[in-house]
């Protein structure tokens, strides 16, 4: 008996060993030339699972595994949490040009306009501009992110403050990062479209010796719009490299400069509470096309660092230094256009956000035995510093410095010269930092072969200042907020969980996105977010997962105005969101792949928020049913066709519910053609149908129109 304990202690240790580690050996074993098919991936999934986490996990749509929920590899069935992965596959086959676009084919996600400068998103009715992040750690300043270099994107959905930190109310959206793994890769994509689009991309992989690999990634493109003056270029390298310096320890490097300009277009205005004339034409630009401009220029270095140490303990380590040159300037429509349709305001304004984020992360795991218990065990620690400067100039229009221009909404365009100036009073000018240090700890118990359980703690310390360069004023706060994490797996079948969840996550009142303070927000406590969670998950087969999940989320503390004492708030604010989630990825037979699902989502304003935002509306953008579903069918080992299908129900453009926006349904196409086993050729469709729809809004009166048809062509040849 004491020999048989032994050897399974060893056993389970063994599974312990850092997938860093290991990868490079599963690696040599793979080749991404040619997919074998379903049968085969299925099998060599299962030999290898426990030991190594990545593409080794990942069979064409689905994702079997994940880190990122819970800071240790854990298979998704056995993740109290709802996940959705969408897989390098499913990138490459939908080509879209952005990551909010990409989103739209996950269940309970609704893609926000982010006033058409950067990804801005609302999960299970959170809007939210700041829960992005690469690799675990936190990429919150406003920009769109490109996908040339992303292995897979990672939607963890409901707040979970002890993995991520601050925010999160409706979760986060992870973006992990190709990586140098030993593998020859010689790879480069060409592509163009409608709207002048042009796109090139290339991705090289190689090994110095056994024990050190290199990877570079790049991407180049200028393109244009279906918005009149529409344009943006952009353009990004990343060269990483992975050192195995012995058999328990690697470093990993990475550095990625990007950057990306581009006209930004707030869209149309609205009339009689609907989007003004938007089927008539969908390209027409509000504004003064002169001003409209929006740059960033990100620098972020990574080093990762992972060691097993022989106690059986492993680290895994990560320090970054991120660092963004970013600012925008818009005009805009400032009003709904007159009951008479003659006349609607322009407005405009620059903003400069420049930010220095520095990180380190560091995660300790422990997996052992109390007696017929099995515990994975995480400690870890987190600090942060983060910088910057927030300044916002509004625009004054022509030579008598009008704050607005009125134009006729059917010839909108105006030439009038802009000037830009801090008002001195509305406008910020402050320079802000925010030191934060964190520890949390965290137990998966597998009780027996159908009970686990996981429990944790977070806590967060966050010590925020902001000076404005004006007055010289400083306005400082300090929290201090603990974060539960508990949930439940019950296994009745080795391929067939339900669980139940409860979590609790904070957002600071420095807010969404960090920047200047009032003595307002000084003493205004953080919002909270509750939720609880039960679901399901089944492995319909290893090639094939479905998972539904039941919520509830309560936000609590968002501010309300107080019409007493100006710029102060009362903190009276609730929401409240009920929902149900579908999700379906993977191979349905050897010839049918699919991903997505459906969402139900009742998000309510439970106490106001405002004069105007009161109990009972529903929150801005949220529809109450949304489907998305992508299929991918296998016609000959040559040839797949992909048949997207997008439908939501109407929604309000805001929370005051005066601007409905009508519900629509898409269709979207994929012709994917395998020339030989390096060449590959694909056609994308968006919209196939050319339906006339509103895509998002920003506000009342900066709504989106949704693409016409869209047709794009790339070539992708390994060689």
Known sequence: MEHFQRSRRARFLLASVPAALMGAAVARAQSDVSAPSPDTIALETIDIAGRSGGAANTVGYLTRRT????????????????????????????????????????????????????????????NTSADFFVNGIRD?????????????????????????????????????????????????????????????????????????????????????????????????????????????????????????????DRGI???????????????????????????????????????????????????RFADYDRFYRNTLPGSAVNNAGTAVTITGYRNETDRTNYFSQNDFIYKFLTGPLKHTLLGGFELGYQEGLVFRQT?????????????????????????????GTTDANSRYSLGLAAVYAQDQVEVTDWLQLIGGLRYDHFDF???????????????????????????????????????????????????????????????????????????????????????????????????????????????????????????????WQIAGGYALTDARIESATSATIVKGNTVGLVPFNSVSLWNKFAVTKEFSIGVGYIYQTHTFASSDNTVRLPGYNRFDLGLFYEVNESVRAQINIENLFDRRYIYTADNNNNITPGAPRTIRAQVIVRF
């Open 465 to 591: 200042a902001s000076t404005d360069q004006r007055t010289l004023v400083t306005n400082a706060r300090i929290d201090n907020l603990v974060s539960p994490r508990a949930g439940i797996v019950l296994k009745p079948l080795p391929n067939l969980a339900f669980y139940g969840s409860y979590s609790v996550s904070y957002l600071p009142s420095s807010g969404d996105q960090i920047g200047a303070f009032t003595p307002g927000l000084v003493i205004a406590k953080p919002e909270e977010f509750e939720n609880t969670e039960v679901g399901v998950k089944y492995d319909v087969s290893p090639t094939f997962q479905l998972t539904a999940a039941a919520y509830n989320l309560d936000r609590r503390n968002q501010r309300l105005a107080d019409p007493n004492n100006p710029g102060f708030f009362i903190l009276s604010g609730r929401t409240n969101t009920q929902g149900i989630e579908i999700g379906a990825n993977g191979y349905v037979t050897d010839w």
């Open 67 to 126: 880190s990122s929920a819970t800071k240790t590899d854990t298979p998704l069935i056995d993740t109290p949490q709802s996940i959705t992965i969408v897989t390098q596959e499913q990138i490459r086959d939908q080509n879209f040009q952005n990551l909010t676009d990409q989103l739209r084919y996950v269940p309970g996600v609704i893609p926000a306009q982010g006033e058409s400068n950067r990804d801005q998103a609302i999960i299970r009715g959170q």
């Open 140 to 264: 919150d300043v406003q920009y769109y992110r490109d996908l040339y270099n992303v292995q897979r994107v990672e939607v963890l959905k409901g707040p979970d403050s002890l993995i991520f930190g601050r925010g999160g109310g409706g979760g986060v959206i992870n973006r992990v990062l190709k990586e140098a793994d030993g593998l020859r890769i010689r790879e480069i994509g060409a592509g163009g479209g409608q709207f002048g689009d042009k796109r090139v991309t290339v991705d090289v992989g190689d090994r110095f010796s056994d024990s050190a690999f290199f990877r570079l990634n790049g991407m180049f493109e200028d393109s244009g719009t279906y918005r009149q003056f529409g344009e943006l270029t952009r353009y990004g390298v990343n060269p990483t490299m992975t050192f195995l310096i012995d058999p328990v320890t690697t470093l990993k490097l990475s550095y990625e400069y990007f950057h990306d300009d581009r006209f930004p």
């Open 269 to 319: 205005p609205s009339q009689f509470g609907r989007p003004y004339r938007y089927r008539q034409n969908i390209s027409t630009f509000f504004g003064n096309p002169e001003v409209n401009f929006t740059k960033v220029d990100a620098n972020i270095a990574t080093a990762t660092f992972d060691h097993l140490f022989d106690s059986g303990v492993q680290m895994h380590s990560q320090l």
């Open 395 to 423: 625009g004054f229009f022509g030579s008598n410095l009008a704050t607005s221009v009125v134009v006729n909404p059917l010839a909108p365009i105006t030439r009038v010269p802009v000037t830009f100036r801090n008002n």
